[in-house]
């Protein structure tokens, strides 16, 4: 996800970051492939650097596989930069680089990740016909020996809801959503509660209008983080759920700054609590899953200690703790919850309750 980028200074005083960059790159690509080309000191002044500037940029540019070089212009014999657009995609990757371009594009988004077969299909087909015929033919020899296994949604978002969200996170616009809930609606008469399965045959389904701030994948879903209208609370929509959603001709304003690290950094996995206040949590773990559980990153404060008896201490600053009781019931004996208080008791009732339901059946 990305983060809040600082603007740095240009010209002598700084450079450009990654992102800022390959905007020039672009720029000069696309100017230097028609007939004006650009000048040294004319993209200077453009970019607002200096000569030494564009004359970085341009090695930079070549580095990266752009043949461009600098030729007399005919309209006056100005040295302009020329450079074949062509060039930059028909370079012959390694396979290590066509794997990162190719077979990961097609793993990760040919599943039911963004639920966008058309545009995957197209990315994927772009990429693969601009590579040499080497690294295609090894790419072929690896089909059915790669694969990216990951949690699979029983219910993917809809393609054009996808698209949708994407265009108003764009621009800012409103939108109008038929948003259903997981649970079963409410009982509404005796005849209804008479089936065990009312609940569950229909669904409630709710109208409304979001300001969608961003959209991040996270397990096996999309979400949509929004604020709801008018009430303005910041709510988190699964993208699964919308049965309909069109874009309305409002917009809204972002708040200064906003972006989905910082909204959700001390959410455990997605659940975003603005009511609760980070607390620092302490897990103890036995020394038989320690070893498996330290090799990945659970959250981004996190921190493992181990003690003297080989017990390792996992600590992390999180809000909300839906989803952290799910992680320690998930672990099982091999965990054990130091603090806070709050957090122990509410993995000890779901314990006893799981416990009760055990006992009810024998």
């Known amino acids: 996800m990305a983060t809040t980028r600082k603007k740095k200074p240009k010209g002598d005083h700084g450079r450009a970051d990654a992102v800022e960059m390959m905007s020039r790159v672009k720029e000069v690509m ?53 450079v074949n657009a062509t060039d930059f995609l028909k370079q012959d990757l390694s396979v290590a680089e066509a794997v990162a371009s190719v077979l990961l594009t097609q793993s990760v988004l040919g599943t039911p990740l963004a639920a966008d077969t058309d545009a995957t299909e197209g990315g994927v087909h772009r990429i ?42 764009l621009e800012n616009f409103v939108l109008n959503v038929e948003y259903e809930s997981p649970y079963g609606v409410k ?8 089936s065990a399965s009312a609940s569950t045959k229909a669904r409630r389904v709710e109208t409304v209008q979001i300001e969608p701030f961003g959209v991040f994948f996270a397990r096996r879903s999309w979400y949509v983080v929004a ?23 409002q917009t809204f304003v972002m708040p200064r700054g906003w972006n ?4 959700l950094k001390h959410a455990w996995e997605t659940i975003h609590d603005a009511k609760s206040t980070p607390v620092k949590v302490v897990i103890d773990l036995t020394a038989s899953v320690a070893g498996n559980m330290m090799e990945t990153l659970w959250h981004p404060s996190q921190h493992f200690q181990t003690l003297a008896d080989g017990t390792v201490r996992f ?23 130091v603090e806070p208080a709050e957090l122990r008791k509410r993995v000890h009732d779901e314990i006893r309750a799981m416990h009760r339901m055990v006992e009810s059946e024998s």
């Open 187 to 194: 009982k509404a008469s005796s005849a209804a509660a008479s």
């Open 128 to 169: 693969t016909a601009s590579l040499g015929s080497a690294v295609r033919s090894k790419l072929d020899r690896l089909s059915g020996r790669f694969a990216v296994r990951l949690l699979r949604a029983a219910k993917p978002p809809r393609t054009d809801a996808f698209r949708v969200v994407l265009d108003a996170i």
């Open 315 to 337: 600590t992390a600053t999180v809000a909300g703790f839906d989803e952290l009781v799910w992680w320690v019931l998930g672990i099982g004996s091999n965990a054990r919850v």
């Open 227 to 249: 604020r709801k209208r008018p009430s303005g609370d910041m709510r988190l929509y699964k993208l699964a759920r919308f049965k309909r959603v069109s874009i309305t001709d």
């Open 30 to 82: 696309s100017r230097a492939s028609g007939h004006d080309q650009p000048t040294r000191q004319e993209l200077a002044v453009e970019f607002k650097i200096t000569p030494r500037s564009v004359a970085n940029l341009i090695s930079y540019m070549k580095k990266i596989g752009i043949q461009i070089s600098a030729q007399p212009r005919p309209r006056d014999g100005k040295k302009g930069y020329v």
């Open 260 to 263: 989905l690290d910082t909204y």
